[in-house]
């Protein structure tokens, strides 16, 4: 499941900035590598998914706003790469992507995924277990 899409990342960063981060072939830049973002998405989805996952059935019916706009700065994070200035504005709203979904897979946050339920606890649960009744107690053994 892609939570965001190229045309998603060109209409919250523009186009300008996709083509800077993405054409490395061209000198100047000057089109948009669809194959390098599609690359930033998916491991953007794959991170996403390993923290939506332990709460959340995947993949999910329906894709929550809210994870377009994390998937989008994630994926920008991963095209700036090296680039990335640290404590920047691209910087932070990666690590506030991240945090947001750290919740999320502890279960302080909830996210709409479509089924109409309400996500399982994560941990906490109780053990069952079944035995035989006990074959030597103290009784049984008194005198040996």
């Not at 996403?48 to 894709?63: E, N, R």
């Amino acid at each position: 499941m892609t939570y965001a899409t190229q045309q998603d990342l060109v209409d919250r960063f523009g186009s300008e900035e996709l083509v800077q981060l993405t054409d490395r072939t061209n000198t100047p830049a000057t089109t948009i590598d669809t194959d390098v973002v599609a690359d930033a998405l998916a491991d953007a989805d794959a991170l996403i998914d390993s923290y939506v996952g332990k709460s959340y059935a995947l993949p999910l019916a329906i894709v929550p706003p809210i994870l377009t706009r994390v998937a989008a700065d994630i994926a920008r994070f991963f095209l700036f790469g090296d680039r990335v200035e640290k404590d920047g504005a691209v910087d932070r709203a990666n690590s506030a992507a991240i945090a947001w979904l750290k919740d999320v897979a502890r279960g302080v946050v909830r996210i709409d995924d479509g089924s109409g339920g309400t996500p399982g606890a994560a941990g906490g649960g109780q053990i069952k277990t079944a035995a035989p009744d006990r074959v030597f107690s103290r009784d049984s053994l008194k005198g040996l």
